[in-house]
């Protein structure tokens, strides 16, 4: 990938269901927008780290590299920061029970 352009915010999100096909959102604190569970990546950390890193304080998940599959790098808008875009590398993730919302999230639906 190339180098972070201004303005361009590289985030690693999980697209996370549970057995009856049913997507989690979360919402961060002082936001309006729900969102997929997930946070920035840090210069030279590997998305697929990233992730690990992110979901465990969010909503209380470690990942299990073989529960884990890589969807795509997508763009669009960020939805907090004005004038910036998103570059996303998301992940599926299936979950059989309820994440529990911790640090940053204020709800989850």
Do not use: C
């Not at 997508?74 to 979950?95: G, Q, T, V």
């Amino acid at each position: 990938m190339e180098a972070e352009g201004e303005g361009t915010i590289r985030i690693a999100a999980a697209m996370i269901d549970d057995d009856q096909g049913q997507l989690l959102l979360v919402r961060k604190s002082g936001t309006p927008w729900f969102m997929q569970a997930g946070g920035k990546i840090e210069r030279g950390e590997a998305p697929r780290d990233a992730l690990r890193r992110e979901l465990w304080p969010e909503i209380g998940v470690s990942l299990d590299e073989s529960e884990v599959r890589y969807l795509g790098l997508f763009s669009a808008p960020a939805a907090n920061e004005p004038d910036h875009r998103m570059e996303a590398e998301i992940f599926h993730l299936r979950l059989g029970r309820h994440p529990l919302p911790g640090a940053e999230i204020a709800e989850a639906i």
